[in-house]
């Protein structure tokens, strides 16, 4: 007999390893407007940081344990993904902070349009805004 199906509950939060907790801190609350809604030091001595938009959802957690060696992300590895009313203004404003469009802006067939950018750890984020009949 097989076991039923077990479901989790929602999503809670996606971890981000850094090495520079207070630059990736600023980025994400200066640069994408992030809260920061907590910071704690776990049992093993990491440094957490939550973060978490104004929109509400799932949370980022940045970590700092420099016991774990350097951070080193991959091209491709992963990113997150944000949206927002007005791509090129964001784009001009994430520019202005340092942060430059690292890949786009793209323009998918049903009309939305995406750019990337690289936060401090280099990481990548995704921008992205909806097709206007959306």
């Given at each position: 007999m097989i076991a039923p199906l077990m479901k989790v509950g929602r999503w809670l939060h996606t971890r981000l390893?850094?090495?520079n907790l207070e630059k990736s801190v600023d980025f994400y609350g200066n640069v994408l407007g992030l809260k920061q809604i907590s910071r704690s030091t776990s049992p093993?001595?990491?440094?957490?940081?939550?973060?978490?938009s104004e929109a509400g959802g799932e949370c980022l957690e940045l970590c700092h344990y420099p016991k774990a060696?350097?951070?080193?992300?991959?091209?491709?590895?992963?990113?997150?993904?944000?949206?927002?009313?007005d791509l090129e203004a964001f784009g001009r404003y994430a520019k202005a902070k340092g942060?430059?469009?690292?890949?786009?802006?793209?323009?998918?067939?049903?009309g939305a349009h995406f750019a990337f950018l690289?936060?401090?750890?280099?990481?990548?984020?995704?921008i992205m805004q909806k097709a206007k009949n959306s």
């Open positions: 390893r850094v090495e093993r001595g990491s440094t957490l940081v939550f973060l978490q060696g350097p951070v080193k992300v991959p091209a491709d590895l992963m990113h997150l993904a944000f949206e927002v009313d942060y430059p469009w690292s890949d786009g802006p793209t323009q998918t067939d049903e690289d936060a401090p750890e280099g990481y990548e984020i995704e």
